[in-house]
């Protein structure tokens, strides 16, 4: 029924309106509890879905390692765009600055994982580059 395109377009929608209302909040919040708020709802959420859809699990010991890890970097990581939002204009900049970690990721995979993207995956990526560039005004 649904296919990696049309979940990453539905994510893209939601995570194209959310600095939006980040912005609203922003004027009576600070991104500190905001965040904390965010999270937690989210986690409810998420812990509630959870439970009807698997099994709930805890992480290896091994694996709980990369959990912290993944959670001290989408805290620092959503910490910034939070702080981001606050301080521009128009809350699209920063998210589009952020498609920078489709670059990022691509080349991380290509070192790490042995993947290469296809020549249109690249020219791809070159186009996301040179649209980041642009819209952060880098002279």
């Known amino acids: 029924m649904f296919n990696w395109f049309v979940l990453s377009l539905v994510s893209a929608i939601g995570f194209g309106i959310i600095p939006l209302l980040l912005k609203v909040l922003q004027q009576t919040y600070s991104p500190q509890i905001i965040m904390a708020w965010y999270y937690s709802i989210v986690a409810i959420i998420l812990w509630i879905f959870s439970s ?35 301080l521009v204009s128009n809350a699209g900049y920063p998210r589009s600055v952020q498609a920078f970690s489709v670059i990022i990721a691509t080349v991380l995979s ?20 040179i649209g980041v560039v642009l819209l952060s005004g880098i002279k």
Request: charge should be positive; glycine fraction near 6%; aromatic fraction near 14%.
């Open 52 to 86: 009807f859809t698997t099994k709930i699990s805890v992480p290896s010991l091994k694996n709980a390692g990369l959990v912290l890890l993944v959670s001290i970097l989408a805290a620092i990581a959503d910490l910034s765009i939070f702080y981001a939002y606050k």
């Open 110 to 129: 290509a070192i790490v994982y042995r993947q290469f993207p296809s020549t249109l995956g690249i020219v791809g990526v070159v186009f996301i580059f």
